[in-house]
Each structure stands twice: as structure tokens, then as C-alpha cells.
């Protein structure tokens, strides 16, 4: 038995190697790649991704899980031996069900996609990124169909970034939020708006990036295990535990891209060097989920980055090092403008309490894309008529419209969901660390975030992926994913800025 559990680690360290070579390639596609290199490396991707799906599919990865099964009832659930026997087999059986001539195809069809994504939103053209996306949602169609019978064509989508969510879930979570954020937008926006103007002008790019560097060492991001560089659409990404890099862009014109930008992947990166030594070179050296990883961004992002604590920290160094722009700004008046709520067209660059109106826009038109309902052709045009209905706003063009985001054309769906009950999930996190932590405000006042970032490894870093996000949540938090504590603290907080 002993001999086949070090054959399976055996497989599952090549499997983690070819994943790692594949994160490699697509971290240099959206950073240094010139446009050209585009055919080549889609040819190399899709080659590493069928050598890691053969190994998935193999019958000898199907008989050693067969043969360890035994072992596996045995073992302590919670054990890392069991935990990998369980995230192995889950992973090995979707991997079954999808033929490799579709990982292929999929692999190709998302290389060139966004390729003509980047040109087609810096040339406004939805008109030639339309094959490109029709081809890719038509795979996802099919790639629902290897998980038939489903209650839901979306639920195996969602079911690959959220173990064991299911679409209605996620709908009901949402139908309880949606309310409550469009009524608090609402009763904002009859109040006197907050002054912002101060953030937009002149921040040289330079000065910016080592602000953004400064922070983020203080938080405890390991630059011997990363590094950062500039990319059209901020990302994370792991080659292993000890090679965590992040990407980041700075807009010389306004001061928030930057800095929220750049705290937010440090929060994925915060995750993913936190996991604990152990999982090295296997499935479980990964995030819980998409919703758990995004927790951590939008906590270090919003709830660190955005508070008045953090600020208190770092606004007086801010002011050292933009004098001209910041010098006669408050501290208070500097806070409520970086929180400031206005119903915008980016998603990326939206406030707190308009934020999931953004997600639920988009998983409303993946399901109708999905389902069939709605056809690519009309995408723009959907777009549109849900940006008016959510956020009371028309985007002047498809570039700040419909084709803001690289997920589709990367072909994720089912994905940004995730930013949403990460949101919920980061302030459930929050309110279980401030009654174990009750000097956190203090500690984050004077740039101190050792305990902080330690409370996170010990309840949820450390475990990698050992567990289902809805059973790491109530482990640390005591309760499954919940909105409640997240409609709170949008209450308090705006209603504090806007005197609600
Ligand atoms: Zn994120």
C-alpha cells in the first residue's frame, strides 16, 4: 500500500510540474510575449496541457485510486493523506469525462482568444473578437455536457472553481444581496457626494510602483519566493510554493489602479506563499476555491487597504512622497474619497458597495449564454441594457463595455461568481479575526500585519486546498458562507462616510 501511495505522489508531482511549466507560459504570454509569439506558444500550451490530461486519464492513475481506497477509509479525514486521497480522486473523475481532444481544442481556442481580445479592446472592435468568444462559449456548452446529468447547464462551470456549488445556491445567496446593496446605493447617492477629485491628476508611474512595493513588503509579501511586473489585466500566479508572482498596472492619471490593484494580488499571493510546506507537488497545493482566494485579495484590498486604521499608517508617507497632490489633504477627506461610491462601467476600478452589482450582471449573461438564450452577436447589446438596469449607466463603447474583462476570452465561466462570495466570505473571515485579534485596528495603525497575516495561515493558508470551500468557511468561521456579516459591514462603513 505504502509503495502505491509513493507511486500516486509520484504521478501527481509530474502532473504539478506540467501545471507549473503551463502557469509559466501564459505568466510571459501576459507580460513580455511579443504579439507574435501568439501561434507558437498555443501550440506549446495545448501540448502541456494534453501531457498533463493524458496522466489525469491514465489507467494506471485509475487503479492506484482504486487500490488506495481501502487506505483511504482508514485514514483520519482531516489527515493530509486522506484529504489528498479525496481532492485526487474528485479531480481525476472530471478529468475522465473530458476527452482530450476538447482540452486541446479549449487550450488553442483561449490562446488565440486573447490574443484578439487585447487588439480588440484597444481597437474598441467587439466585431473581431465575436468568432473568437463564439468559438469558446461553444466549447464551455460542450464541456457541460460531459457532466450530464446536471440540474443546471452552468453548475459543472461553477463547480470547477466552487467544489459542490450549485447555481441555485449561488442565485439565492445572491437574491438576498442584490437588494440591500441597490437600496444602500441608493440612499448614497441622495447624499452630498464625497470629494475625489485630488486622485485624479499627475502621480508619476515610478513613484507609484515603490509606494505599491512598500506596501505590500509591509504586509509580508516574500519577494525571495516572487516578483512583480505590469500586465493589461492584473493577475496572480503560482510555479510552485516557493514562486508566487503578481502583476500589476499603473494609470500615471489616477491614484487608485495602482495601489488597490496591487494590494489585492498581494492578497492571492499572501494565500498561496502561506500554504503549508508539505502540499509542495501536489493537487492540494492550490487555494480552497476561487471564492476562498478571492476572500483574501478583497480582505488585504478593502477591508486593510480601505480602512481608516491602514491609513492612519500610511498616509503621512503618502503625503511625503506626493506633496504637491496630497499635501493639503486630510487624512479624513483622503479616506472618504477612496471610498467614495459612484456606479461606474469598470469592474475592477468599482467601490465596495457597487461592486457585486458588477458580478451579478455578468453571471446573469453566462447563464443566458450558457442556457442558449442569448447569442454572442447580441452580447454587446445585452451588456448594455444590464449595465442600465444594475447600475443606472450605458458604456460609450464595447471597450469599456463588454469587452472590459480578459476572463471570457480566456474561457473562463462560471469564474466570476467567485468575486462575489469572496466578498462575503473575506468579511465573515474578518469579524471571526477581530474577536481573536480585539487590537487588530490598533496593530493595523501602527503597519503591523504579522498577526493578522498569521491568524490567516493558521485558518486557512496553511490547508491549501485540503477542504471544500463551504467546509473551510464553517471551520474557521463557524458557520457556512454567509452574506449577512458582509451587508453589515457595508451598512456600518457607508453609513459612517455618507451619514446614512
Ligand atoms: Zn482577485
Not at 332 to 343: D, G, I, K, S, T
Not at 445 to 464: D, I, M, S, T, Y
Given at each position: 500500500?505504502?509503495?502505491k501511495?509513493?507511486?500516486?505522489?509520484?504521478?501527481?508531482?509530474?502532473?504539478?510540474?506540467?501545471?507549473?511549466?503551463?502557469a509559466v507560459?501564459?505568466?510571459?504570454?501576459?507580460?513580455?510575449?511579443?504579439?507574435?509569439?501568439?501561434?507558437?506558444?498555443?501550440?506549446?500550451?495545448?501540448?502541456?496541457?494534453?501531457?498533463?490530461?493524458?496522466?489525469?486519464?491514465?489507467?494506471?492513475?485509475?487503479?492506484?485510486?482504486?487500490?488506495?481506497?481501502?487506505l483511504?477509509?482508514?485514514?483520519?479525514?482531516?489527515?493530509e493523506?486522506?484529504?489528498?486521497?479525496?481532492v485526487?480522486r474528485?479531480?481525476?473523475?472530471?478529468?475522465?469525462?473530458?476527452?482530450?481532444?476538447?482540452?486541446e481544442a479549449?487550450?488553442?481556442?483561449?490562446?488565440?482568444?486573447?490574443?484578439?481580445?487585447?487588439?480588440?479592446?484597444?481597437?474598441?472592435?467587439?466585431a473581431?473578437f465575436?468568432?473568437?468568444?463564439?468559438?469558446?462559449?461553444?466549447?464551455?456548452?460542450?464541456?457541460?455536457?460531459?457532466?450530464?446529468?446536471?440540474?443546471?447547464?452552468?453548475?459543472?462551470?461553477?463547480?470547477d472553481?466552487?467544489?459542490?456549488?450549485?447555481t441555485?445556491e449561488?442565485q439565492?445567496?445572491?437574491?438576498?444581496?442584490?437588494?440591500?446593496?441597490?437600496?444602500?446605493?441608493?440612499?448614497?447617492?441622495?447624499?452630498?457626494?464625497?470629494?475625489?477629485?485630488f486622485?485624479h491628476?499627475?502621480?508619476?508611474?515610478?513613484?507609484?510602483w515603490?509606494?505599491?512595493?512598500?506596501?505590500?513588503?509591509?504586509?509580508?509579501?516574500?519577494?525571495?519566493?516572487?516578483?512583480?511586473?505590469?500586465?493589461?489585466?492584473?493577475?496572480?500566479?503560482s510555479?510552485?510554493?516557493?514562486?508566487?508572482?503578481?502583476?500589476t498596472?499603473?494609470?500615471?492619471?489616477?491614484?487608485n489602479?495602482m495601489?488597490?490593484?496591487?494590494?489585492?494580488?498581494?492578497?492571492?499571493?499572501?494565500?498561496?506563499?502561506?500554504?503549508?510546506q508539505?502540499?509542495?507537488?501536489?493537487?492540494?497545493?492550490?487555494?480552497?476555491?476561487?471564492?476562498?482566494?478571492?476572500?483574501?485579495?478583497?480582505?488585504?484590498e478593502?477591508?486593510?487597504?480601505?480602512?481608516?486604521?491602514?491609513?492612519?499608517?500610511?498616509?503621512?508617507?503618502?503625503?511625503?512622497?506626493?506633496?504637491?497632490?496630497?499635501?493639503?489633504?486630510s487624512l479624513?477627506?483622503?479616506?472618504?474619497?477612496?471610498?467614495?461610491?459612484?456606479?461606474s462601467?469598470?469592474?475592477?476600478e468599482?467601490?465596495?458597495?457597487?461592486?457585486n452589482l458588477h458580478?451579478?450582471?455578468?453571471?446573469?449573461?453566462?447563464i443566458?449564454?450558457?442556457?442558449g438564450?442569448?447569442?454572442?452577436?447580441?452580447?454587446?447589446?445585452?451588456?448594455?441594457s444590464?449595465?442600465?438596469?444594475?447600475?443606472?449607466?450605458?458604456?460609450?463603447?464595447d471597450a469599456?463595455?463588454?469587452?472590459q474583462?480578459?476572463?471570457?476570452?480566456?474561457?473562463?465561466?462560471?469564474?466570476?461568481p467567485?468575486?462575489?462570495?469572496?466578498?462575503?466570505?473575506s468579511?465573515?473571515?474578518?469579524?471571526?479575526?477581530?474577536?481573536?485579534?480585539?487590537?487588530l485596528?490598533?496593530?493595523?495603525?501602527?503597519?503591523?500585519?504579522?498577526?493578522?497575516?498569521?491568524?490567516?495561515?493558521?485558518?486557512?493558508?496553511?490547508?491549501?486546498?485540503?477542504?471544500?470551500?463551504?467546509?473551510?468557511v464553517?471551520?474557521?468561521t463557524?458557520?457556512?458562507?454567509?452574506?449577512?456579516p458582509?451587508?453589515?459591514y457595508?451598512r456600518?462603513?457607508?453609513?459612517?462616510?455618507?451619514?446614512?
Open positions: 500500500m505504502e509503495e501511495l509513493q507511486r500516486l505522489k509520484g504521478l501527481l508531482a509530474e502532473i504539478d510540474d506540467l501545471s507549473h511549466a503551463q507560459l501564459g505568466w510571459d504570454q501576459q507580460t513580455y510575449m511579443p504579439p507574435g509569439g501568439a501561434e507558437d506558444r498555443g501550440n506549446q500550451l495545448a501540448t502541456l496541457a494534453r501531457l498533463e490530461h493524458e496522466r489525469w486519464v491514465s489507467d494506471e492513475m485509475a487503479h492506484l485510486l482504486d487500490d488506495l481506497a481501502p483511504a477509509s482508514q485514514l483520519d479525514p482531516d489527515s493523506e486522506a484529504c489528498l486521497l479525496r485526487t474528485r479531480l481525476q473523475e472530471k478529468h475522465a469525462r473530458v476527452p482530450a481532444r476538447w482540452v479549449f487550450s488553442q481556442a483561449t490562446t488565440l482568444g486573447q490574443e484578439a481580445w487585447v487588439k480588440a479592446r484597444r481597437n474598441n472592435d467587439f473581431s465575436r468568432p473568437y468568444l463564439e468559438e469558446i462559449i461553444q466549447l464551455r456548452r460542450e464541456y457541460s455536457t460531459f457532466f450530464a446529468p446536471f440540474t443546471h447547464i452552468y453548475d459543472p462551470q461553477l463547480d472553481y466552487e467544489p459542490g456549488m450549485k441555485e449561488v439565492a445567496i445572491f437574491a438576498r444581496v442584490r437588494p440591500v446593496q441597490v437600496e444602500l446605493v441608493k440612499a448614497i447617492a441622495a447624499r452630498p457626494q464625497v470629494e475625489a477629485g486622485l491628476q499627475a502621480f508619476p508611474e515610478q513613484a507609484q515603490d509606494f505599491g512595493v512598500e506596501v505590500i513588503t509591509r504586509f509580508g509579501y516574500d519577494w525571495e519566493r516572487g516578483r512583480q511586473d505590469k500586465a493589461a489585466h492584473p493577475f496572480t500566479t510555479f510552485g510554493l516557493g514562486d508566487v508572482r503578481i502583476t498596472r499603473v494609470d500615471p492619471q489616477f491614484f489602479t495601489i488597490f490593484g496591487t494590494m489585492h494580488e498581494c492578497g492571492h499571493a499572501l494565500y498561496d506563499q502561506g500554504i503549508g508539505a502540499l509542495r507537488r501536489t493537487p492540494l497545493a492550490t487555494g480552497a476555491s476561487m471564492a476562498v482566494h478571492e476572500s483574501q485579495s478583497r480582505m488585504w478593502n477591508l486593510v487597504g480601505r480602512s481608516l486604521p491602514f491609513w492612519k499608517f500610511f498616509y503621512p508617507r503618502l503625503q511625503e512622497i506626493f506633496p504637491g497632490q496630497l499635501g493639503n489633504v479624513e477627506a483622503f479616506y472618504r474619497a477612496v471610498n467614495r461610491v459612484e456606479p462601467l469598470i469592474r475592477v468599482a467601490d465596495e458597495a457597487t461592486y458580478i451579478m450582471l455578468r453571471l446573469e449573461l453566462e443566458a449564454l450558457m442556457e438564450s442569448l447569442e454572442v452577436k447580441d452580447l454587446p447589446e445585452a451588456w448594455n444590464h449595465m442600465q438596469a444594475f447600475l443606472g449607466l450605458t458604456p460609450p463603447d469599456h463595455g463588454v469587452l474583462d480578459i476572463h471570457w476570452s480566456s474561457g473562463l465561466v462560471g469564474y466570476f467567485t468575486y462575489a462570495l469572496g466578498n462575503l466570505v468579511v465573515q473571515l474578518w469579524e471571526k479575526m477581530h474577536h481573536d485579534l480585539p487590537d485596528e490598533e496593530q493595523i495603525a501602527r503597519g503591523q500585519f504579522a498577526n493578522l497575516l498569521a491568524w490567516l495561515c493558521e485558518k486557512v493558508h496553511r490547508h491549501g486546498a485540503k477542504y471544500e470551500p463551504q467546509v473551510l464553517e471551520k474557521a463557524g458557520s457556512r458562507i454567509d452574506p449577512q458582509y451587508l453589515r457595508l456600518e462603513k457607508f453609513g459612517q462616510i455618507y451619514g446614512l
